[in-house]
Structures are given as structure tokens and as C-alpha cells.
């Protein structure tokens, strides 16, 4: 599993040349719905700090499918199409919604808390089209309902898997992890129960400082964490388990490679575009959203028009470590580009992780 230090660099410039190309012509490849900010649980590390949004009226399905249209005729239908939220399945339109996004032609996926996912659910979401879905499962029953501040969403979670296995129908069943300061002790623990669930792979990322998890410092991950929890995936990997750390960050020469089957990029504005529940035109829907990050709404605005003309914060030929003088001197920017989108400081224009300055041991390149 380990590459040679040439590899990796020689890996690194072919997604440093992929990103040169699509930054000058973007090349649409997901585009995630919000389709609710409501949600049914109060995660400590909700990255949209659900519980703050107004009850705004959510888009209507005849709206999605102007969007959609637009979507399909600019861009084709090898655009993967995500719902989410808060929880979708909390959207009063859900299976309408799944079914038109089929039926247009648009392969289709979920990311949700699972809770929600009975038997009946399952069936009726495979039956319209849905081919992926990503569940969420934190940590052992005790730590991921603390997480979760819900009690029974282990088991509820546990128990959407189930049924969608048992469907046999998906695509790709996953499970994602978020692990923060006090949740890495039990990652072996939680390893054992992957081993044990019916999934095809496990996603692992650790807590952002962003939403909701700014309010509880004391769960973002220490220098140490992020040591150990790579360590770990690199362990398992090399054991040939089906486990990756998320799109998270940059790694460096020490791990680049090694944690996931492709190379650092952040897509934000390159390859990813998301609606809002407001309709509101925007990236990856873990960035902070404001007038910087914000290029449009749908019911005002050509949302194909808004994906050429837009999102040039991301296409700079340095993205975002142009806008800070720190990342502009450091040795790893043609790399890093300013990391993740998603926790990068619009306000202060400077990124709130960085491996760099992060990770002990960090091998630059």
C-alpha cells in the first residue's frame, strides 16, 4: 500500500495539472440538494448547525425539476445528484423528488442519520432510484448517542443499515464516521462493529472546527489525533480493508497516497455544486456560507450560468491560499492550494486546519 516518495510527488502534479485544467473550464460532477434544514437529531459536530435555521419555506418539487431541466441541458446527466440536509428524509416530497431525478436520467444518492430508515423506507427509496447512501454511526451505542444527543440513535442507525442491506439492490452502502477528541479511544471498538456490519466501505474524517462544533472546543482533535487516527487507516488499508479518510485535508508527503485511492483536490467549485433549501447557489454545503461563498439563487438566477460565471474564489490558480500571506509563502501551496474549502476562515481568509502546522511529523514535499 505504501508508494515511494517519487510516486506520490508524480501523483500530486497529475492532480495539480487536473486541477489547472478544470479550474479554467470546470467540469460539473455532483451537485448536492439540501432539500431541508430540519433534522430529527442535535449533533455536537453538525457542520450546519441545523437547530439555527428558520423554518424558510423549502423548495418545491416544481422548482427542483426547473433546476434539474437546466442541469441536464447544460451539463448531460453524468452529474451524480446527492440529497441531504439536515435529515432528507424529513423533506415532505422525498420519493417524488427521488423518482423525477431517476426519471430525468441523473443517477442519484443519499447521506443521512439512518434513524428513519425502516424496512418500508428502504424499499421505497431503491425503488426510486436511489443507488448510494452514506449512514452516519459516530462511536458504540453509549458515545454515539451522546453525539448524537438523541438516546436510541445507535440503534436506529444500525437498523437503517440493516434494512438497506437487506433491500440487496444499492449500489454502494456506506458508513461515515466523524471522530473527534474524545471518540478516538474507541476506534478500534468501532472497526470491530464495521467488520461486523453488511457495508461495502467506511468513510472516516475527523471533526471540524466548524458549525456547531465551534461551540465544544474541547472535542476538535489535537495533533496527536490526527497522528493516530492516520496511522490507523493506513493500518487498515495496508490490511486491505475498505476504509478512507474523507476528503478532508492535505496530507503531505507522509500520507498522501496512503489514506485514500486518489490524490489531495478540493472540489469546491471545480467539480462540486449544491441548492440550498433557500434555493441559494453555493459548493461543498459544509462552507460557511456568506456573500463570499454564496453566487446566486435559483429562483432568480441560471444556475448554469451561475456555475461558469462564479465560484472564482475556488478557481484562483492557488484557490484559496492566495488570500493569505502565510499560505502564499509556504512550500506546499502548488500542492495544497489553502486546504479544504469547507474550514477555511472567510472572515479572517485563513485556514482553520493545516497539516503543515498540525500534524506532527509532517513530510512536506
Not at 456506506?174 to 478500534?188: L, P, R
Not at 472535542?219 to 480493508?241: G, H
Not at 474550514?343 to 485556514?351: G, H, L, Q, Y
Request: aromatic residues 8%.
Amino acid at each position: 500500500m505504501q508508494q515511494t516518495n517519487a510516486l506520490k510527488r508524480s501523483g500530486l502534479e497529475r492532480q495539480r495539472g487536473r486541477f489547472e485544467r478544470n479550474r479554467i473550464s470546470p467540469t460539473l460532477q455532483q451537485l448536492f440538494l439540501e432539500v431541508t434544514p430540519r433534522c430529527n437529531l442535535s449533533c455536537v459536530h453538525c457542520g450546519s448547525r441545523c437547530d439555527e435555521h428558520s423554518l424558510t419555506q423549502e423548495l418545491s418539487l416544481d422548482e427542483y425539476r426547473s433546476v434539474l431541466s437546466r442541469v441536464r441541458d447544460a451539463f448531460g446527466t453524468r452529474v451524480f445528484v446527492v440529497l441531504t440536509g439536515g435529515e432528507p428524509l424529513l423533506y415532505s416530497d422525498i420519493y417524488r423528488l427521488g423518482s423525477l431525478i431517476a426519471d430525468m436520467g441523473f443517477p442519484w444518492g443519499m447521506t443521512t442519520n439512518g434513524t428513519l430508515i425502516t424496512r418500508e423506507v428502504a424499499n421505497r427509496l431503491v425503488d426510486c432510484g436511489m443507488r448510494t447512501v452514506s449512514i452516519s454511526v459516530d462511536g458504540t451505542r453509549k458515545t454515539h448517542d451522546a453525539v448524537r444527543r438523541h438516546p436510541g440513535a445507535y440503534d436506529a442507525a444500525l437498523a437503517g443499515v440493516q434494512n438497506l442491506a437487506d433491500n440487496g439492490d444499492l449500489k454502494a452502502l456506506q458508513v461515515t464516521s466523524v471522530v473527534n477528541h474524545q471518540t478516538i479511544d474507541e476506534i478500534d471498538r468501532l472497526f470491530d462493529l464495521m467488520v461486523s456490519l453488511p457495508i461495502d466501505s467506511w468513510r472516516l474524517a475527523n471533526v471540524e472546527p466548524i458549525g456547531s462544533a465551534l461551540l465544544h472546543p474541547d472535542i476538535l482533535f489535537t495533533p496527536e489525533d490526527y497522528a493516530r487516527l492516520f496511522a490507523f487507516i493506513r493500518e487498515k488499508r495496508e490490511q486491505e480493508w475498505p476504509v478512507e479518510y474523507g476528503c478532508c485535508h492535505y496530507l503531505g508527503l507522509g500520507y498522501e497516497g496512503e489514506l485514500r485511492n486518489w490524490f489531495w483536490l478540493c472540489s469546491a467549485g471545480i467539480h462540486v455544486m449544491s441548492v440550498t433549501h433557500t434555493g441559494d447557489i453555493a459548493s461543498c454545503l459544509d462552507i460557511e456560507r456568506s456573500p463570499k461563498t454564496v453566487f446566486g439563487n435559483i429562483r432568480t438566477d441560471d444556475i448554469a450560468q451561475v456555475w461558469h460565471d462564479g465560484f472564482g474564489i475556488y478557481r484562483q490558480r492557488d484557490g484559496l491560499a492566495e488570500r493569505n500571506a502565510r499560505c502564499v509563502a509556504c512550500s506546499q501551496k502548488r500542492w495544497c492550494r489553502g486546504d479544504s474549502a469547507h474550514s477555511w476562515d472567510f472572515t479572517r481568509d485563513e485556514p482553520r486546519v493545516c497539516m503543515a502546522r498540525d500534524l506532527p511529523g509532517f513530510i512536506p514535499l
